[in-house]
């Protein structure tokens, strides 16, 4: 389908040496959610946690989830991810289905705990997707020591989790997850255990790689700023059944701007004020925001 003379190369990772997985078509979203729901049967009868979802996440689009607890993040993360099936509608990974996609280890996910093997130092944490599809032990060594100079942990390699702050691990998770150099990232409130100083560097880090990996993120936050700082589109969901409430585009200019200075600029609190409209369906008034919970 694709005619090699006009279409560009660019779902081919630099340095090579990983095996891939067949490229989707360029152009073809990272992620296609269509018509899902999902109601979970309980003991104490059926919970409806997501209803009529419908969102695209295109190739290297940051894409925000935020909404109340209890609004379906989680669940719909998990259904992109495989991890479990959507009760109707459909769920589509670069042209794939999930399942498949999980298969053909298309994406990296990093969840709210690191969860690090505490009995493998960093270096052996992070080798071990490559160790798992079998990366020979020199390309992984070369690897391991790429990611960690990516995510500034080069002189940990040789620590244990347990000798590391919270904000490291959460690093060492995220080399993990970048080890296959996956076009796509799943995230779930990977950030929501750090203090905060901690987690404005782990934004600014992760915006860094993505500009150099090019990498579609979708990424679950209670934190307004931390959404409008890292975003494309912010989704605004709403609770009981999980409903798409709003997609707000973030106005915030090109991608070089996403720094620590944008944090003070007019255009910043801007989109802050818009996401909160967004959330409480009215000017936000002394409301804080969702990261009180
Ligand atoms: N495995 C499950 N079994 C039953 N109910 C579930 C399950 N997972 C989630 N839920 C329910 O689905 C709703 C959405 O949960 P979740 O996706 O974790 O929300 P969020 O991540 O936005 O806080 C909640 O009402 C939750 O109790
Ligand atoms: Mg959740």
Request: proline share 6%.
């Amino acid at each position: 389908m694709t005619d090699p003379t006009t279409a560009p190369a660019v779902a081919a990772p630099a340095g090579g040496g990983a095996p891939d997985a067949v490229a989707a078509p360029p152009g073809t979203p990272a992620v296609e959610i269509r018509g899902v729901d999902k109601t979970f049967d309980t003991r104490s009868g059926l919970v409806p946690a997501l209803d009529g979802i419908d969102l695209t996440v295109a190739e290297g689009e940051f894409v925000s989830l935020i909404g109340p607890s209890g609004c379906g993040k989680s669940t719909l993360m998990r259904l992109i991810a495989d991890l479990d099936e959507p009760t109707s509608g459909e769920v589509r990974v670069f042209g794939k289905t999930a399942r498949q996609a999980r298969r053909d280890q298309d994406y990296g996910i990093a969840f709210q705990q690191a969860g690090l093997l505490p009995w493998r130092t960093v270096a052996a944490n992070v080798a071990l997707p490559l160790e798992l599809h079998g990366v020979a032990s020199a390309s992984r060594r070369d690897r391991v020591a790429e990611l960690l100079e990516m995510v500034g942990l080069a002189d940990f390699a040789d620590r244990y989790p347990d000798q590391l702050s919270g904000g490291m691990q959460q690093r060492v998770a995220i080399a993990r997850a970048l080890a296959e150099r996956p076009r796509l990232l799943l995230m779930d409130e990977p950030f929501g255990a750090l203090d905060e100083m901690t987690r404005e560097k782990m934004q600014a880090e992760l915006v860094r790689i993505c500009a150099e990996t090019g990498a579609a993120v979708v990424f679950v936050t209670h934190s307004i700023p931390e959404a409008v700082f890292l975003s494309d589109r912010v989704v605004v969901m709403s609770p009981r059944p999980g409903r798409i409430q709003q997609v707000v585009s973030m106005q915030l200019g090109a991608d070089a701007s996403r720094t620590e200075a944008l944090r003070e600029e007019r255009a910043f609190f801007e989109m802050v004020t818009v996401v909160r409209e967004a959330l409480h369906g009215a000017p936000a008034g002394g409301a804080r925001g969702v990261e009180t919970r």
